[in-house]
């Protein structure tokens, strides 16, 4: 599921949820931390159900609760407002949010590079992003997903009256095999160019990165603002620094531990998915890269996404390892 069907799953009830975290007893001890999950548990979150599964929250004194939420929109303002400790977010999302005045705060990084990227069947007429000329191209979500578009083609010299945008309602790979439309921004690297292979066809990929985006961390972990020196955050992230390192040497052994804790998640499929987000995640994810916070937040301001660039300190901190 791309970060668009995350976002924009429902509004749920979040009723069920605040039951879950009561009768999970957050708060019942210092070292208790509860983070809430971006989705269902996938992939992308490996590091956090790594470190669950091999002890290493408990070698660092915490018991992590790993929460799934029932509305994919609702896991950052559980998190400002204090309904759980931790959320797993999306850095262009933060700055969203935090431009709403929600009091949020990134203070670690779980996957370190964009996940999105605009994919095309091959063999087709699309072989570079001048192609899309006159052609099609489908999105999930406006706002972020439009701008990533309209950037990238205008590094390949269109204009944005020359590729007409189309609402794919999150129907990604659906649209690309039945070619509803010539190709799409909404699509994860490490997910549907796999569903499309999966369904014995392939695909060319174009990576924001690489075509006018500042880079950016796809997911990160965010906290209520007047939270975000909580000190067991340094051990939280000292776990996950092991854990990936862990997780990087035994890739296989990971997948083992997590089909077995998430059946449900056991496919051959989903076995490709968490082989190729391997590369993705933040080695060191407490460190923060200033310049490149700032540069995001201008270009958000300059697609007229937020009013005001914010301070890097207003958005993010850097996490210290523990003495």
Request: hydrophobic residues 45%.
């Amino acid at each position: 599921m791309t970060r668009g069907q995350r976002l924009r799953v429902g509004h749920g009830i979040l009723g069920s949820m605040l039951a879950v975290l009561l009768a999970s007893g957050t708060g019942r001890a210092a070292d208790r931390l509860s983070v809430m999950l971006d989705w269902l548990p996938n992939p992308d979150e490996a590091p956090l159900f790594v470190a669950r599964h091999e002890g290493f929250f408990a070698r660092h004194g915490l018991h992590v609760d790993l929460i799934a939420p029932s509305d994919a929109g609702t896991p950052p303002m559980m998190a400002a407002t204090g309904h759980v400790d931790v959320a797993v977010s999306y850095q262009p999302q933060l700055y969203l949010l935090v431009d709403r005045g929600v009091p949020l705060v990134r203070f670690a990084t779980l996957v370190d590079t964009p996940l999105d990227s605009i994919i095309a069947l091959k063999p087709g007429p699309v072989h570079g992003l001048s192609d899309l000329k006159g052609r099609t191209l489908g999105y999930s979500v406006a706002g972020v997903e439009e701008a990533l578009a309209r950037t990238m083609l205008a590094s390949s010299g269109l204009a944005s009256s020359d590729t007409r945008l189309m609402n794919v309602n999150f129907q990604i790979t659906a649209a690309v095999l039945a070619r509803r439309v010539d190709a799409t921004i909404s699509a994860y690297r490490n997910k549907e160019i796999l569903e499309v292979r999966e369904h014995g066809a392939d695909a060319v990929s174009f990576f924001p990165e690489e075509h006018g985006v500042p880079s950016y961390d796809e997911l990160i972990y965010v906290t209520r603002r007047d939270h975000a020196r909580d000190p067991r955050f340094s051990r939280f992230v000292a776990a996950l620094r092991e854990s990936t390192a862990w997780l990087l040497d035994h890739p296989e052994q990971g997948w083992v531990d997590f089909a077995a804790d998430y059946p449900a998640q056991s496919s051959d499929l989903v076995h490709k998915e968490w082989t190729a987000t391997l590369c993705r995640f933040a080695k060191s994810p407490g460190l923060l890269d200033r310049a490149r916070y700032a540069r995001f937040g201008t270009f958000l301001k300059g697609r007229g996404l937020i009013a005001h660039a914010p301070a890097v300190d207003d958005i993010a901190v850097q996490t210290d390892e523990p003495l």
